[in-house]
């Protein structure tokens, strides 16, 4: 396993990490002794840094999180967010109370007396341009209740707008090969103000792995099936924003990429960590296998100039105009 820097932080964090969403909730049927399985198998292979939110399952991806780190907490950075439990719209969401009660929320149920990172999780713009809301954060670090901020954003421009805070010292933004705009327009300053970049959807949820045909049906209670449309949520946190069938049609046109690198799975994840702006990538898994297959993308060869050439044209000319949603 490779550590990078992650940004302004005193933290050097695996390359390829887990993002939690799937264990907690929301992707269809779950099991937690098959969850913790695979936080165990990650960290065996050296992966020291997990992402989460208190909205995960009700909280439920950071109670897992508490049992699978004990007596690693020294060790094993912990990421989680806030305010989605609450009305994004609402400034009193972003009141001193109110953001204290969700970080101590989060350490209870992390079992920990410091949060390494929290990040305002994905807030409407007005919220980010206020500003108030790091006001708070700045407090809360100096208590010691956190010992880093950052904010997770669904468009270029509210990560720009974020960084303007000098203390924002990550950002998490929705990175894929379907999702290239971040990098001729957010990562060179993320680079320049040295902020970390944490690569979310780095599968466009199971479209870059290729294992999908358009008569494919998800359980009822899974993101991909009740948010397809962007009815619950943003569109871009599903299919990267691509309605499915294109999405499902456009991946057919990325069988190539898995060439001498087992499978399109390992290739899409190695693609985004060919950026050097990226902190960590973070794909979510529901069983060890998923784990294991993730974790051999840092071993696979990278991609060739002429490769990597012809993924930036694939995405201007057959993706963006594609795409659904803010971004």
């Not at 992390?110 to 994905?122: F, G, K, S």
């Not at 294109?246 to 990429?257: A, D, P, R, Y």
Request: proline share 3%.
């Amino acid at each position: 396993m490779q550590y990078r820097q992650f940004g302004k932080t005193d933290m050097k964090i695996s390359e390829l990490s887990f993002g939690t969403w799937a264990i907690g909730g929301a992707w269809g049927q779950t099991n937690d002794q098959e969850a913790l399985n695979g936080l165990a198998r990650a960290m065996d292979a050296g992966v020291n840094f997990f992402d989460t939110a208190d909205v995960y399952g009700d909280g439920h991806s950071e109670e897992l999180l508490a049992k699978a780190t004990k007596g690693k907490e020294d060790k094993i950075h912990i990421a989680t967010k806030f305010c989605r439990a609450g009305d994004i719209h609402d400034p009193k969401t972003y009141s001193e109370e109110s953001v204290t009660n969700y970080v101590e929320n989060s350490l209870r149920r992390l079992q920990r007396e410091q949060l390494d990172l929290i990040q305002i999780h994905c807030p409407p713009i007005e919220i980010i341009r206020d500003g108030a809301v790091f006001e708070v954060l700045d407090k809360l670090q100096q208590q010691g209740k956190i010992r880093h901020y950052g904010v997770s954003v669904e468009t270029v421009e509210e990560g720009l707008l974020a960084m303007e805070n000098p203390n924002v010292a990550a950002l998490q933004v929705i990175f894929n090969i379907f999702r290239q705009k971040p990098i001729t327009e957010l990562f060179p300053v993320a680079q320049e103000k040295n902020v970390g970049i944490l690569a979310r959807v780095p599968l466009a949820s199971g479209l870059l792995t290729g294992k999908f045909s358009t008569a494919h049906q998800f359980e009822d209670d899974d993101h991909r099936k009740f948010n397809q449309n962007g009815e619950a949520f943003n569109v871009g946190e599903t299919f990267a924003g691509l309605p499915f069938d294109k999405g499902v049609e456009l991946s057919k046109q990325l069988e190539w990429i898995a060439e001498g690198r087992g499978n399109m799975t390992r290739a899409a994840l190695k693609w985004i960590l060919s950026h050097e702006a990226i902190s960590s990538v973070i794909p979510g898994f529901k069983t060890v296998k998923q784990v294991e297959d993730n974790l051999a993308a840092v071993d696979v060869p990278e991609f060739a100039e002429q490769e990597l050439d012809k993924l930036k044209t694939f995405y201007k000319n057959e993706v963006h105009d594609h795409i659904r949603g803010a971004y």
